[in-house]
């Protein structure tokens, strides 16, 4: 069983951006086991639990892709959480 | 992040225009000269505020071919490739030359036509979300919801487009957008996304190069992308450290350069992999550890300590343990590890001269048998011909590796070719762009008869524009690559790989009003090379070739890069 981590995001209020955030995740390797958001006016702020398919799936290199994004930035990266699943 | 983005300035417009005109004059402001497309539905407005304006519209005939043919616009020029469709078929139409402009790390903008805001969502006529479509193949994608946004979208669009690690943007705008009127003064300010050089990472770098025996640079497409040729040849130069390139890397160091081994990896010379899997230090520059350029990936480079200079974080470490990353721009964090390590010559002489001595032993023979035409031996001596000016414009296929493998280039801009996605249909359209980017250039599409067939409609686009693009249709009547991986790694169990029933590509040309000829035995080559290259239009030598020739070297799919296999 893979570690879950718990990354902490800002979004802008953007057409697609959850889609985008979500589907990058996926795309990446990983499971989304649990979410939660708060609507912050212009922007949403997301808890995003994740897991990594197989061992290989660094959530670093997770951390960079969502960097890539626009309109979307990692809160207080890379202090996520890390847990035994 | 880069320098590269295109200076944008607000001009406030005070009298209220369409969101179409508004569309059409952030363009002209932001210096786009050419625009492909083809006009649908969803899209008139803009097609409508289009004429008497200064930029040149490419009708093509495929919204695929326009995609293609900005991408290697792009490519060619350097700016900012534009292509123009309307909703639903017109945009999903797009795709495939979006995931290629992705996957290439190409700055390209498409704009398309939806269908008005108050009937999305209802599956209207033509209606199809292409925002959700292409998320994972854009880099970033706008949908324009108010008239007033379109200046600040478009230049936004533009900027992220060309800054940092480039790639294709999508900016959709609802017919009612472009048809209401607003003031628009805004402009988008460019942030600034400076990565401050990392000395601490690059005076790592040095220490590790200094402490090794075998180092080797390992040349991507992000180097051409970075504007740092002249950069890595410096570096090249002033270090005497050898070079492989990728596919996408290639005249980056010139093909006869000393020191330069070649292409690496699948279809890489035997002298690049040799050099790799030797290497106890590998300086990867603006490269991405792609399967078809590391093979088995356990397996490659099993010795060497990995330095990694890219734009792009996420490409650090992502496939690769890296020993020292430098995240940031190319050019200044190239210049100044040469700066470091001109001061004092490394101690390489003995790798450098076992890599040259491998380079000439394994050097490619062009004294093939018999009196067909031998594509290699066309290819080279085409690009010779060609010279300094000459540019590729390759599909996907067989020829594809031919012309990476045996053409010379002087300058990574020489040679255009679908790397990542690996898209058949590139090669004609791409010619296209290529071609009204530089027009001073020689362009010549290399294509085979598979991919040639899928977008052969773009012959109809060069006719119209009398665009000279020449072409090389190496015809080996079937799906050479597939069929030689049927060959060799499925008991030769040929299944659809036959297309013996071609047309006559010579009276399809000339259908389409272009010059063709044929060119079907060996002792025709040098003149057909000459006709092709002397005609004033556009051109096709039609060339005949034996469908059993494979690609050699290559390494088997899933192999180490240390298991070449050679053919008969």
Redesign the interface.
């Known amino acids: 069983m893979t570690m879950s981590d718990t990354i902490h995001i800002q979004i802008d209020r953007?057409?697609?951006s959850l889609?985008?955030l979500i589907?990058?995740v996926e795309?990446r390797g990983f499971h989304i086991d649990g979410m939660s958001m708060a609507d912050e006016g212009v922007s949403r702020r997301i808890a995003l639990t994740v897991r990594g398919r197989d061992a290989a799936r660094?959530i670093?290199?997770l951390g960079?892709?969502i960097?890539?994004?626009?309109g979307v930035a990692r809160i207080g990266a890379p202090a996520y959480q890390s847990e035994a699943a | 992040m880069s320098a590269a983005a295109p200076a944008l300035k607000t001009s406030p417009d005070a009298a209220p225009q369409s969101g179409a005109r508004l569309l059409v004059s952030t363009l002209e402001r932001l210096g786009v000269d050419v625009v492909f497309g083809y006009p649908g539905g969803a899209i008139m407005p803009i097609y409508d505020a289009l004429t008497g304006t200064g930029l040149k519209h490419i009708l093509v005939r495929h919204e695929q071919g326009a995609a293609f043919a900005a991408d290697a616009y792009a490519r060619a020029s350097g700016k900012v490739g534009v292509c123009m469709a309307t909703s639903g078929p017109g945009a999903t139409n797009l795709i495939t030359g979006i995931a290629n402009a992705m996957m290439d790390s190409v700055p390209m903008v498409c704009i398309t036509g939806n269908v008005p805001q108050g009937v999305m969502g209802t599956d209207a006529f033509q209606e199809i979300d292409i925002l959700g479509v292409t998320l994972p193949i854009v880099k970033h994608s706008i949908l324009v919801r108010d008239a007033s946004e379109i200046p600040a979208a478009v230049e936004q669009a533009f900027h992220i487009a060309a800054s940092g690690r480039p790639g294709p943007v999508l900016v959709d705008l609802p017919k009612d957008v472009q048809f209401a009127t607003a003031v628009a003064p805004f402009g988008f300010n460019v942030p600034n996304e400076a990565i401050p050089l990392n000395h601490d990472a690059i005076a790592e770098a040095e220490r590790f190069i200094r402490a090794a025996e075998r180092p080797l640079i390992y040349i991507g497409g992000g180097v051409k992308i970075a504007k740092a040729t002249e950069a890595v040849r410096a570096f090249a130069e002033a270090t005497g450290i050898p070079a492989v390139a990728t596919l996408n890397a290639l005249g980056t160091i010139a093909t006869d350069a000393p020191g330069f081994l070649g292409m690496l990896g699948m279809h890489g010379t035997r002298a690049a992999n040799e050099a790799v899997q030797s290497s106890d230090l590998l300086i990867v520059l603006g490269a991405r550890f792609d399967d078809r350029a590391t093979g088995k990936l356990a397996e490659f480079a099993p010795h060497a300590r990995v330095v990694h200079f890219d734009i792009d974080a996420s490409e650090i470490g992502k496939l690769r343990e890296t020993h020292v990353a430098v995240a940031g721009e190319l050019k200044p964090g190239v210049e100044s590890l040469t700066a470091r390590l001109a001061v004092a010559p490394l101690a390489i002489d003995p790798w450098v001269i076992r890599c040259a001595t491998a380079a000439a032993h394994h050097a490619a023979r062009y004294d093939a048998p018999g009196e067909g035409v031998y594509a290699p031996a066309l290819l080279k001596q085409l690009s010779e011909a060609a010279g300094d000016r000459f540019v590729a414009a390759c599909d996907v296929g067989q020829h594809q590796m031919w012309a990476a493998q045996h053409c010379r280039f002087s300058r990574p801009e020489a040679h255009i070719t679908s790397g990542g996605l690996g898209a058949m249909g590139f090669g004609l359209p791409a010619g296209l762009g290529a071609k009204l980017a530089d027009p001073s250039a020689t362009v010549v599409t290399i294509a085979g008869d598979g991919g040639f067939m899928m977008n052969i409609q773009e012959l109809a686009t060069l006719k119209r524009y009398g665009v000279a693009l020449k072409i090389v249709l190496l015809d080996n009547s079937s799906l050479g690559l597939v069929r030689q991986w049927q060959e060799l790694f499925f008991q030769e169990n040929y299944s659809e790989v036959d297309l013996s029933d071609n047309p006559d590509f010579v009276k399809v040309a000339e259908a389409f009003g272009i010059e063709a000829f044929r060119i079907d035995r060996r002792d025709q080559v040098e003149a057909g090379i000459d006709r092709l290259l002397a005609a004033d239009g556009p051109c096709l030598a039609h060339v005949i070739i034996n469908p059993k020739e494979n690609v050699w070297p290559l390494v088997p799919p899933g192999k180490s890069n240390a298991e070449m296999m050679e053919g008969a």
């Open positions: 953007a057409d697609g889609q985008r589907g990058l795309r660094s670093d290199n960079c892709q960097d890539r994004l626009f």
